[in-house]
């Protein structure tokens, strides 16, 4: 008898305990994408939460016409409370696990973001993977912009930001990665920056930062100089203009070291090196077969280092170390960082950059030479 | 304890051993007199209900002799010709009344004859089918062996099924079957050693296995646990099952059953010991190891590579089968967030307006597809077509449609289903454990599932057949047992039996060189 008790006390500490905190998916509110945006000192967020019955799966799909998304704009003093404010519409439970993107107002970055990242790390349902991004549009905007291929712009903004390596147009930034520059010995960060054309999502340059506010902007071209430094680059194309005629290469595998070297006179300045494979995709003016392979080669090293010369001479002047320089030269020399600590700002502005860029073509297609004579 | 008292309450007050029972009339030994008249006094007596019992009462010279069988057990033609033809042709006027050896040296043309000298005895013989043979003035009687009942060919087995292997399957026949074994196993050492288990069925059962391999203990351990037997009737080997499990209790099996000669032959060459039930096609196998479950007779038949990986699939399925359900009422309840995003809002559009928990519908889902299995399994072969278009169509696609059940749901039942079928040996089991599992999930959730399988792990780990433990050679870890595990090792590589099988005779084939 006292097994009998025993087992069925235990089964009714399971059953009658009922299922505590389980929550079944119709209930979920699921949210795939947060804006800030901020006007004055009103916090006003916009919730992007799929509407499930909406996505098209095949013949049995949704109602056409009908968007697979809502957004959901809430105001408040948080983003916290903007954010659970969603509940009082939807009546679901606000499911911020799958949220994909934080998308920021440029005023809200300018105005210091480190408010958000702290809600966005401490919340023990939002990831670290989030990706962030800067646009000069409302949120709002950018979550009801076109995305033809993925039906939730927010998946759209995600798959924008996962390839980034291999489009050599910006570079994936997550919370996580902000953080870690934050935490970095005076780093600035990089945030993709977008805006929209035709109502569809693009990607402009960078949105730089100096802690965490907002200081200025890169252009693509600007973008591109500083990518061949800090980027972890998988693909892209690099256009090379040799007497007027172009010739397009891929690149295949970059490597680039970059590191700071103590001079025995006390100077302190920086190498990099960038080594790399790429593939010839077109050259209509036959350049490869006039003027040879090597003479190419030397053209594209030129024309790389002067693109990245080019953009750190003006982020130079922007005053904002988005390539790490201070963390690295901490890194080898803690002393030596902390003598030149206070005065890093300026010592960047003036820092010696030695750029060597190294590159092979290691195919030119399934062609030999071009067909035109 | 909890089992006594089940025990007591369900069997009321007669659950002890030894309150009285009736007698049966042949509980006294009762001796053959030299008077035919007063025998057969005795056994019409007994037999006065039973109307297939046939009494011939025939002239053996100027004797008086009779036998007695059973109508439809034996062969009448062998009953006629061998016994009452030659002994009514074969003897003269002036045969004497002791002159029972001669009939069985010279009259009787029979393999199988034996002498008895009680009435119990001739008894025994005439039930299972025997002739029973007595005479005036001779204080003995003859069983001679006139076997001939119906029974049904051997043919392909239902289960175990395989595409390359023998088709050959056990039947009902004690006999025959045992005789499949001996046609694959064509050594002296192959013993047969016969109990009768049942008050009133006497069921014969027959302990098969190879003298210079098994170990002794195994056997007498056997023995013992089936000469303890008594209860009125056995029917199949299944009833056997309980009296030789190590632990009862425990819903896993530890005894193995097979339909198929070759396998049982494979088991009692590795050590093992073959029980054979007669009456029953499925002969059982100890001890068991629990990766049985997972073996085929193809495996050992086809290249070892493949046989490998049909054992991984084996094992995935087993998995997926107690798992999937459960895991998908965890992750859909509990842990969307370990849900990958696409999949999330399919699930999500597919869920979206079923009125019932996930939970339920699992419930309700397994809970139909075991009572359309029952029904196909029971129902007559023509009206089972019904029962699949029933489930395929009403069930499945109508449930959805409906909007009664999510379309994913559907799809984790059906895999759990399917899956089980792939290793037929724990189908029961399995059913089980994804119950118990099932509610554990949607309790608490993944640590549900968790403090489940590790439960069942315990439970696996402290189970023993016949001494030898469930997991083996798993845990207790023995490397050189792992070459027929998920890992099949081809034929040249498998030197020796499985460890503490065979002790006296462990070595299973030499290196040639």
Known sequence: ?373 | MLRDYLIKKLNGVFYKRDEPQSQSPLSDEIKISGYLNTNLEIVRKITKNCSDVIIREFLMGNIRAAVIYIDGLVNTLSVDQTVIKTLMYGTDDNCEPCCIDEIINKLIVSGEIKKVNTVNDGFEGFLSGDTFLMADGIKEGLIINTKGFEKRSVDDPQTDSVIRGSREGFIENIRTNTALLRRRIKSVSLCVENIKIGRETKTAVDIIYLENVANSELISEIKRRLIKIDIDGILDSGYLQYFLDDNPKSVFSLVDSTEKPDIAAAKILEGRAAVVVDGSPFVLTAPMYFGESFQSPEDYYIHSVAATMLRVIRYLSFFVSILALPAYVALTTFHQELIPTQLLYTMAAAESGTPFASFIEALMMTVVFEILKEAGVRLPKPVGQAVSIVGALVIGETAVSAGLIGAPMVIAVSITAVTAFVTPAQANTIVLLRYILLVLSAVLGGFGITVGLLGILIHLMSLKSFGTPYLAPLAPLRISDLKDTVFLAPVRARLTRPHGLSRKNPIRQKLSD
């Open chain 1, 1 to 373: 008898m006292k097994y009998f008790r025993i087992t069925v006390s235990l089964m009714m500490i399971m059953v009658l305990s009922g299922c505590w905190s389980s929550r079944e998916l119709d209930e979920l509110a699921v949210v795939m994408g947060i804006g800030i945006d901020k006007s004055g000192d009103h916090l006003e967020c916009c919730t992007q939460v799929i509407v499930p019955q909406n996505v098209g799966s095949g013949e049995e799909g949704g109602a056409h016409g009908e968007k697979p998304y809502t957004n959901f704009i809430t105001e408040g003093k948080e983003l916290s409370t903007c954010i659970s404010k969603v509940s009082d519409t939807t009546g679901k439970y606000v499911f911020m696990s799958h949220n994909l993107i934080a998308v920021l107002d440029e005023d809200a970055a300018s105005d210091g973001i480190y408010k958000y990242l702290d809600y966005l790390m401490r919340d023990n349902q939002l990831r670290l993977s989030v990706c962030l991004f800067v646009t000069d549009k409302s949120p709002e905007e950018v979550f009801n912009a076109e995305a033809p291929l993925f039906e939730i712009p927010s998946i759209n903004l995600s798959k924008i930001s996962e390839g980034f390596p291999e489009s050599l147009s910006g570079q994936n930034v997550t919370v996580l990665d902000f953080i870690n520059n934050m935490m970095c010995k005076k780093k600035g960060s990089l945030v993709p920056f977008i805006t929209l054309v035709d109502g569809k999502i693009k990607v402009c340059g960078s949105a730089v930062f100096n802690g965490d506010k907002m200081t200025g902007r890169l252009d693509e071209e600007d973008l591109k100089g500083v990518l061949w430094i800090i980027g972890d680059l998988k693909g892209g194309d690099i256009v090379l203009d040799i007497n007027n005629n172009t010739l397009s290469l891929r690149i295949g595998r970059i490597k680039s070291k970059t590191f700071p070297v103590l001079d025995k006179n006390g100077e302190i300045y920086i190498k990099a090196e960038i080594r790399g494979d790429l593939y010839l995709v077109s050259d209509d003016a036959n350049m490869i077969n006039t003027i040879g392979m090597d003479a190419v080669v030397e053209k594209l090293n030129q024309s790389v280092e002067k693109e990245i010369l080019t953009s750190l001479s003006k982020t130079k002047k922007m005053g904002v170390d988005i390539y790490g320089f201070g963390d690295m030269i901490y890194r080898k020399n803690p002393a030596v960082w902390r003598a030149i600590e206070n005065t890093w700002e300026n010592r960047f502005k003036e820092i010696r950059v030695d750029i060597s860029a190294d590159f092979s073509i290691i195919e030119t297609g399934s062609i030999i030479g071009s067909v035109k004579k």
